[in-house]
């Protein structure tokens, strides 16, 4: 069986198929078939963002001050 994972209040509609103009990634997992669609207004780059940002910020607050 396949699942599509759609971002909800996109900018555009999504095609639930493979071959959607987001361009979806097709993984597989436990013998299921994921489709993950990506967002037409970016809000994963502005995640991985905010990710990266934390990450390095909490890096900051573990150095030592010797």
Known sequence: M???IIPVNDLELHSET???HCKPVI???EGE???V???FDGREFREQL???V???SDE???VSLE
């Open 37 to 39: 669609h990506n967002s």
């Open 18 to 20: 493979p071959d959607c």
């Open 2 to 4: 396949s699942y599509h």
């Open 60 to 62: 900051w607050l573990n």
């Open 50 to 52: 905010i990710a990266k």
């Open 33 to 35: 078939i994921l489709i």
């Open 54 to 56: 934390k990450e390095q």
């Open 27 to 29: 993984q597989v997992e």
